[in-house]
DNA sequence: TCTTGACATAGAGTTTACTCTACATTGTAT
DNA sequence: ATACAATGTAGAGTAAACTCTATGTCAAGA
């Protein structure tokens, strides 16, 4: 299947605006039709959502673009993006663990502020 | 204990010119001595930390203003600050269930390296 | 044929959150 | 008294990631 632009955009949800800059940037490079309009491809909407992913965790633009430049450059860059990818799970598992522990922290704070709640208005009522 | 702004820098490890642009947000408002030189106490110290906290679940700058405003102005407030709170933690925990099936992704990609790699090692040596 | 809507490029503008610069003032050690 | 390091304000600059504008092209329907 082949998308023009504005239904991966749909697709993705990801704005045309959005697409034509990652590409630009060197995130994604769509084939072009005869009227030089892009056709992205269901191996592009795969990529694209692994793009997002990546991008979810907080990995860069720039450090994307490297890795799909390793990726463009097939087979001979496997273990490099391996070893990108263990290095992002690594970033990704400590920051889940920082998110786990302010996620506690602010359950305690809610728990502060609920009774903190109740004692204001035994003082109003008494 | 008070602290000036290099002190309270370092103690909180939030750069001196950061601190003042959170002040101009109307993050913090610090105490001002004779000369006028800022002096951070240790409530402003229990406050940045969960500032920081904020931040780094992905609270926006106005965001915690507002929470700020609210605190400020004590305990009428108490309510619409835990509201805050409440909402913060459900978007705090749909990030940690994003974040947590993102890591599944990425294992199973990194598996996927995995073979990859040993078989095209095994095809290079055949 | 004419019009309209989707698409093309190049480049400007926006938002967020800092980060830095210039210059004036103050506190402190000699 | 003097030097100098820390601090003050105001405002400019930066980086990242979009987002939009201007202008032009092209294919398909009325």
Redesign the interface.
């Known amino acids: 299947m082949e998308y023009s632009i504005g239904d991966f955009s749909k697709l993705t949800g990801l704005g045309i605006h959005t697409l034509r800059y990652y590409e630009q940037e060197g995130l994604i490079a769509p084939e072009r039709n005869s009227g030089n309009r892009r056709c992205y491809s269901d191996k592009d909407l795969t990529w694209i959502e ?1 793009i997002k ?1 990546l991008k ?2 907080g990995m860069p633009i720039k450090e994307i673009k490297h890795y799909a430049e390793l990726r463009a450059a097939g ?1 001979p860059t ?2 490099d ?2 070893e990108m ?2 290095q ?2 690594k970033a ?2 400590e ?2 663990a ?3 522990d ?2 506690i ?3 305690e ?2 728990d502060f ?2 009774n ?2 109740k004692r ?1 208005q035994n003082n109003v009522s008494s």
Do not use: G, P
């Open positions: 692994f992913r979810d965790t087979d496997l273990s993006r391996m990818l263990v992002h799970r990704l598992n920051q889940i920082r998110l786990q302010h996620k922290k602010l359950d704070k809610i502020y609920r903190e709640i204001t």
